[in-house]
């Protein structure tokens, strides 16, 4: 798929290794924190196992584990961490004790990106059924540009402790190339919202083969390009899902703003700031004009030097490829000036073609379902002002208000591993996700309405960083 040439949140898999050590209501009756086995004869361990097939996938494999989190898992060789690195803080526990059967496999597709278990085959995907089951499903897709494995550490982990099922997809395109996949613009990422959507239903009927019975709940949860597609799951297909959690999903929108106004922003400035003496403030100014938070300063260095022009450059291309003619994906680092140069790039004045390409992936606020949405103050990848205050004002505006929360984090930024390189100065966000989908379980379960929304202050007196367990969203 995809034109020949003419994350947010991943960088090369080279840098994701050496970045800092640590990217109406149903009313369900339930109880999250009680997974147990059924009695109907299904609940042997891994039993079934050979009943277990994925409805539409072009090959599976199913294991039985003794241990389907990273405790067990990176040693069976059933993840990737490679695939989760930089993405939570070191100190974050590993909960243990979930045997349970993995499938893991690919639908069909054209595009070879994804590379895991020798495949060389795109929209691969893993789905998680545990013995002891609390008759839910969690679904994902995967930050920025990674495998399916992304969310191991981060969320599945946790939600198979709690005895959710749990399925994710690489969205059907991997890599820093990702925007090959397809025939015209915009393709790449429209492509990812469809792998969402198969494998939730494809995951729904897998989990009712296993146990069976259908879940009696679907869940739909992310960060970054994840936290994206749980926004557009739920304004496009509310009929799959209970409810999501949105954990600072990307924006897309044909009229912005996007990451296509503030990065090129960012490349302009920052150079000229860094480099100290006249012309210094004004580029710091112009800065936090662009939407990057006054104190988040320290941040800068990092974000430019990894995030910033890579994630500018590729972004550009899946949506705007003529921009630089022949050349794929621009020119790292170029200058001010120089042809064709992303630092350069204004998305107001380019083609019509180029926002209709954003608008096939456009999010509209529209949401079916109850979403929570939470966004670290200082994530200067996604700046909070461009991104979800955006996005919050959009669900209002569409009269979605009663469906929706939205939980300003302060100190959060946007990947946790950068917590353990500043951890004064910032908090991890992996726990307010934990008591964000807590907080959706009680919404969705027993009507009990979440906290209003609101900015969540750091606690008095506590070292940011060693908030890896703690984050109250209010009473």
Not at 249 to 257: E, N, Q, V
Not at 339 to 348: F, L
Request: contains cysteine; neutral net charge; glycine residues 10%.
């Amino acid at each position: 798929m995809r034109r020949s040439p003419g994350t947010p949140g991943s960088p090369p898999r080279s840098w994701r290794r050496g970045a800092p050590a640590a990217l109406a209501l149903a009313a369900l009756a339930f109880t999250p924190l009680s997974a147990t086995a059924a009695t109907d004869g299904t609940s042997g361990h891994c039993a079934r196992q050979a009943q277990v097939r994925v409805p539409g996938a072009a090959h599976q494999q199913a294991d039985c584990l003794a241990e389907l989190t990273t405790a067990g898992t990176v040693a069976s060789g059933h993840t990737d961490p490679a695939d989760w690195a930089g993405l939570t803080p070191k100190d974050l526990a590993v909960p243990t004790g979930v045997p349970g059967i993995q499938v893991d496999g690919y639908f069909p597709d054209t595009s070879t990106t994804n590379t895991n278990h020798g495949w060389q085959h795109d929209a691969q995907f893993v789905i998680r059924l545990p013995d002891r089951w609390n008759g839910g499903l969690v679904v994902s897709g995967t930050p920025g540009n990674r495998e399916q494995y992304a969310n191991d550490r981060a969320i599945a982990d946790w939600v198979l402790s709690r005895g959710y099922a749990y399925a994710a997809t690489d969205k059907g395109n991997t890599g820093l190339g990702f925007y090959r996949d397809g025939q015209a613009p915009g393709d790449a990422i429209a492509e990812w919202n469809d792998r969402v959507t198969q494998l939730t239903r494809a995951a729904r009927a897998t989990v009712t083969q296993r146990y069976h019975r259908a879940p009696t709940r679907t869940l739909v949860t992310g960060l970054s390009n994840a936290g994206y597609l749980v926004r557009w799951q739920l304004e496009n297909h509310p009929e799959l899902y209970d409810g999501g959690v949105d954990w600072e999903g990307t924006l897309w929108r044909s009229d912005g703003p996007t990451l296509l106004d503030f990065l090129p922003a960012a490349l302009r400035h920052y150079p000229v700031y860094a480099a100290g003496g006249e012309g210094a403030d004004q580029a710091r100014q112009a800065l936090h004009a662009a939407g990057f938070p006054a104190g988040s300063e320290f941040l800068w260095p990092y974000h430019y030097k990894v995030y910033w022009d890579l994630t500018q450059r590729i972004y550009r291309e899946e949506v705007d490829p003529g921009f630089d003619g022949a050349t794929e994906a621009g020119t790292p680092y170029c200058a001010p000036g120089a042809p064709a140069c992303d630092t350069d790039y204004d998305y107001a004045t380019r083609p019509d073609e180029v926002r209709q390409a954003v608008a096939r992936i456009a999010l509209t606020g529209r949401i079916g379902k109850p979403l929570i949405t939470l966004h670290g103050t200082l994530d200067v990848l996604l700046p909070i002002s461009q991104d979800s205050d955006v996005y919050a004002r959009m669900v209002r505006e569409a009269g979605r208000g009663h469906l929706f929360r939205y939980y300003r984090v302060e100190g959060g930024t946007h990947t946790d591993s950068l917590v353990d390189t500043f951890p004064d100065r910032l908090r991890p966000l992996t726990p307010c996700h934990r008591t964000a989908f807590r907080a959706l379980e009680s919404w969705i379960g027993a009507g009990q309405r979440p906290p209003a929304s609101r900015t969540v202050g750091l606690p008095a007196g506590v070292v940011p960083g060693t908030l890896v367990n703690t984050c109250s969203l209010g009473t």
